[in-house]
C-alpha cells in the first residue's frame, strides 16, 4: 500500500464532511483538522502502512478508531470542561515521544529513566488526553498537584498478572487494557510486593503502553527469551514505548545492558 492510497482510504472511512485533510508528501505525514473543533491531529504514514502488511484492514480499523477517540475527547472536553483530579492517571512514552501538543502547548512530564518519560493523561472514559501546561489553569490545579493525584490515582488501579514459566525462568504479564498498564512500574508498593517473591533478578518491561513484563530470571537463558520477548511485543504495540528492559532492585531501575556490561567488567577484573 502507497501513502496516497492509505490517505483515500482515511478519506473514505473518517468523512470529508467532519474532517479537512493535508498531505504531506515529503514529510509522509497527514494533517487531521476537525472542522467544528478547529483542532487537529498528524498521522505518520509509514507505521500504518508498515502494520498493514501483517494486520491489513485491521491496521486502518486500529487507527480510525484512535482518530474517532481522540476527537470524542476533545469535544467532551469542549462542552463538559474539567472536574476533578480523580480521573488523571500517569502514562509511560518513549523519550522520543513529543515534548509539546499539536497546538504548540508543553506537554506536563516528569524525567523517568533514560528510555522512558512520565507524562500525565485526563481519563475521558474509552479515551484520555495527555495534560499540557495549558489545560492547568483550566483544572485550577498545580503541575505538582497533578503529579501527586496521579500517583495516587496509579496505586488504585488493578494489578492482576498472568504467569508463564520458560527455560526455567517466570514471567508475569500485566495487560489489563485500560491504557494504564505500563503504568503499574510507577506503583512502587506492588513492585516491592512482587520483589519479595522474586528468586532470581528482577527484571521490568515497558515494551507498549498495554503491558508490563515483569520477569523472575533465574538464568542466562533468561534475559535472552527476555530479549525476543520484548522486541516482539514492541514491534505489535500500538503505542511503542522500548525494547529495553531493566533490572529493579532496591526500587531503583537500571537498564539490562548496563548491568550486563558491568557484569563483564566484574568477571574480568576477577581474573
Do not use: C
Not at 474532517?19 to 467544528?36: G, I, V, Y
Not at 520483589?195 to 533465574?218: A, K, Y
Request: aromatic share 10%.
Amino acid at each position: 500500500m502507497k501513502s496516497k492510497e492509505l490517505v483515500e482510504k482515511l478519506k473514505d472511512r473518517l468523512g470529508m464532511d467532519k474532517f479537512d485533510f493535508k498531505f504531506d508528501k515529503e514529510k509522509d505525514t497527514l494533517r487531521l483538522n476537525h472542522k467544528s473543533l478547529n483542532r487537529g491531529m498528524d498521522i505518520s504514514l509509514p507505521e500504518i502502512i508498515a502494520k498493514f502488511q501483517t494486520l491489513k484492514e485491521k491496521a486502518i480499523d486500529e487507527v480510525v478508531y484512535t482518530i474517532d477517540q481522540t476527537f470524542s475527547a476533545m469535544e467532551k472536553e469542549q462542552n463538559e470542561g474539567f472536574h476533578n483530579l480523580s480521573s488523571v492517571y500517569p502514562v509511560i512514552r518513549s523519550t522520543s515521544f513529543p515534548l509539546q501538543s499539536n497546538e504548540g502547548y508543553p506537554f506536563l512530564t516528569t524525567d523517568h529513566t533514560a528510555e522512558t518519560r512520565i507524562y500525565y493523561a485526563l481519563d475521558l472514559g474509552t479515551t484520555y488526553r495527555l495534560i499540557d501546561e495549558s489545560m492547568l489553569e483550566k483544572l485550577q490545579v498545580s503541575a505538582n498537584q497533578v503529579r501527586e493525584a496521579a500517583r495516587f490515582s496509579v496505586r488504585k488501579l488493578p494489578t492482576n498478572t498472568k504467569k508463564d514459566e520458560v527455560a526455567g525462568n517466570v514471567f508475569y504479564f500485566l495487560n489489563q487494557n485500560d491504557g494504564y498498564d505500563a503504568s503499574r512500574i510507577l506503583n512502587e508498593s506492588f513492585l516491592k510486593e512482587m520483589e519479595s517473591n522474586i528468586e532470581g533478578d528482577m527484571t521490568l518491561s515497558v515494551p507498549h503502553q498495554d503491558v508490563l513484563i515483569i520477569g523472575d530470571i533465574r538464568n542466562e537463558v533468561g534475559y535472552d527469551v527476555l530479549a525476543q520477548m520484548t522486541m516482539h511485543f514492541f514491534s505489535i504495540g500500538a503505542v511503542p514505548i522500548t525494547s529495553l528492559s531493566f533490572v529493579y532492585e532496591k526500587g531503583e531501575l537500571e537498564p539490562i545492558f548496563i548491568l550486563a556490561k558491568n557484569r563483564v567488567e566484574k568477571e574480568q577484573e576477577e581474573k
